[in-house]
Nanobody, 127 residues
């Protein structure tokens, strides 16, 4: 079992920045990925970014590329999502998800391959 806890959400003005954190505990794994997804009211959940656990390869949705950066700490227990130049359309509940075991592109972009999910953190960007 992998337990994920997100933090760092909040209210920010358009153009501002926030950094989300996802602390992972429980079962450890040497391969797999951690991803960030988001869901806005009335919309489907969408992929935001992901990072592979072993090699640190990163993947981004086109809508956040060059604005968001995903990273992990050396102990590989926490994953971060640095969000810059935030826009009102970035408003959503952001979820962290973990996929232990082998994973490759494009599966890493798909929410259904992730086994564990956090409770989510609200990000609101005011115009």
């Amino acid at each position: 079992q992998v337990h994920l806890v997100e933090s760092g959400g909040g209210l920010v003005q358009a153009g501002g920045s926030l950094r989300l954190s996802c602390a992972a505990s429980g079962r450890t794994f040497s391969t797999g990925a951690l991803g960030w997804f988001r869901q806005a009211p009335g919309k489907e959940r969408e992929f935001v970014a992901a990072i592979t656990w072993r090699g640190g390869s990163t993947y981004y949705a086109d809508s956040v590329k060059d604005r968001f950066t995903i990273s992990r700490d050396n102990a590989k227990t926490t994953v971060y999502l640095q969000m810059n130049i935030l826009k009102p359309e970035d408003t959503a509940v952001y979820y962290c998800a973990a996929k232990p075991g082998p994973i490759s592109y494009p599966a890493i972009l798909r929410g259904y391959v992730y086994n564990y999910w956090g409770q989510g953190t609200q990000v609101t960007v005011a115009s």
